[in-house]
C-alpha cells in the first residue's frame, strides 16, 4: 500500500471509531434523570441527573499554573478537546466559543473556556498559551502528560487517533472529537454540543441550564 492510501485508510479508520466513541458516549447518558427530567435545549443535549462528575486528574495551563478537577467548580465551563496543529476544526471551534463566552449575560457564576490539548508532544504551555489567548482571554489552554489527558478523554467519551506521515513524522495530524462539553460549577458533566456550533444558540442554552441547576 502506497504512502498516501495508507494514510487515507488511518484517517478513515480514526472516523470510524471516533463515530462508535461518540455513540458510546451518547448510550451512556441515556436514560431517566434521578433530579427530574432534564431540560430541553435548542442545539445541546442535557444530560440531567446522569451528569457525570469530571474524574481526578492533574495538567497544567497556559500560564503555568496546576489545572486539576477543582479548577471546574464555582464556574461553567465550555470544554474542547483538540491541538495547535490542527488546521482547521479546532481554530473555528475555539471561535465558536468565543463567540458564545461574549454572548452570555453575567450570573451567579462566571463562565470559562477550557481547550485541552491531545497532542502534548508538540503543545506545550508556552505554545497553548499564544493560541488560546488570540481567541479571548477567558479560554485557559491545558496540557501535561498523556497519562493525566487519558483520565479525561476516556471517561468523557473523547477520542484522539494520531495520523502518522511517514515522509515527515514530525507533521502529523490528530483526529479528535469534535462535540463541546459543558461543565456545571459542580463539576459534572451538563451538556454535549455537537458540530456544527451555533454560539447565540449554546448561549440560550446556557441561560436554560443556569434556570435548572441545582
Known amino acids: 500500500m502506497d504512502t498516501r492510501?495508507?494514510?487515507t485508510a488511518l484517517v478513515y479508520a480514526g472516523i470510524a471509531v471516533l463515530a462508535v466513541m461518540l455513540g458510546l458516549l451518547a448510550a451512556r447518558f441515556t436514560g431517566p434523570s434521578t433530579n427530574g427530567a432534564a431540560p430541553t435545549l435548542e442545539v445541546g443535549t442535557a444530560l440531567g441527573g446522569e451528569a457525570y462528575r469530571v474524574p481526578e486528574f492533574t495538567l497544567s495551563d497556559h500560564r503555568g499554573e496546576d489545572f486539576d478537577e477543582s479548577t471546574f467548580e464555582d464556574r461553567w465551563s465550555f470544554v474542547f478537546f483538540g491541538y495547535t496543529y490542527c488546521p482547521d476544526i479546532c481554530p473555528t471551534t475555539l471561535a465558536t466559543i468565543s463567540s458564545t463566552l461574549?454572548?452570555?449575560d453575567p450570573g451567579a457564576h462566571p463562565v470559562q473556556g477550557v481547550f485541552v490539548s491531545v497532542d502534548p508532544?508538540?503543545?506545550?504551555p508556552e505554545r497553548m498559551a499564544d493560541y488560546v489567548t488570540y481567541f479571548h482571554p477567558d479560554i485557559i489552554g491545558i496540557t501535561g502528560a498523556d497519562a493525566e489527558i487519558a483520565r479525561l478523554?476516556?471517561?468523557l467519551g473523547i477520542?484522539?487517533?494520531k495520523t502518522p506521515d511517514p515522509n515527515d513524522p514530525d507533521n502529523y495530524l490528530v483526529d479528535h472529537s469534535a462535540s463541546i462539553l459543558l461543565i456545571d460549577p459542580r463539576g459534572r458533566l451538563s451538556a454535549v454540543f455537537g458540530a456544527p456550533h451555533d454560539p447565540l444558540?449554546?448561549?440560550r442554552d446556557l441561560a436554560t441550564l443556569r434556570k435548572h441547576y441545582r
Not at 121 to 124: A, K, L, P
Open 153 to 155: 478523554t476516556g471517561p
Open 5 to 7: 492510501k495508507l494514510k
Open 102 to 104: 461574549k454572548a452570555i
Open 159 to 161: 477520542l484522539a487517533v
Open 201 to 203: 444558540a449554546m448561549a
Open 121 to 124: 508532544e508538540r503543545d506545550s
